[in-house]
């Protein structure tokens, strides 16, 4: 499958994946579900690891990859607390506009061009949470 293929499954599972969230969080605390979560990731990375034969590497890129699991860990905290105590059809939202701090990160870490066009979609990304979040109650 191509790039477009995968990034519309993960756009229709994240979709899926607040409102599975919201509800297990109405029912749990946000730590008894992040134990559950990390917990079905480690059986199902197991599985597609021993499945695919993989080998474990270590050094320079293991240090990466865990630097990116602590860094996921504290956002899927935040966005789990975020479901749990606000409403689900403005949290997902708000928390989509991420890609703008990873277009800001990327130009001066990863040497990416940030564009006109890209400037302006992130701006419309903004209003359209903006949009969202007025008038809300909470």
Not at 1 to 7: C, D, E, I, V
Request: positive net charge; charged residues 10%.
């Amino acid at each position: 499958m191509s790039w477009l293929g995968w990034t519309l499954v993960g756009i229709a599972s994240s979709g899926v994946y607040a409102i599975v969230c919201k509800k297990a969080l109405g029912m749990m605390t946000w730590q008894q579900f992040m134990f559950w979560d990390m917990a079905t990731y480690i059986v199902i990375v197991g599985a597609m690891f021993w499945l695919t034969k993989q080998e474990l590497i270590f050094g320079k890129p293991m240090g990466w990859a865990v630097l990116c699991c602590v860094v996921g860990f504290v956002g899927m905290m935040a966005a789990n607390i975020a479901f749990q105590r606000g409403k689900v059809s403005l949290v997902a939202p708000m928390l989509a506009v991420y890609p703008a701090v990873t277009m800001a990160l990327a130009v001066p870490l990863l040497g990416e061009a940030l564009t006109v066009r890209k400037v302006i979609g992130m701006v419309l990304a903004v209003v359209a949470v903006v949009l969202l979040a007025e008038g809300s109650d909470g």
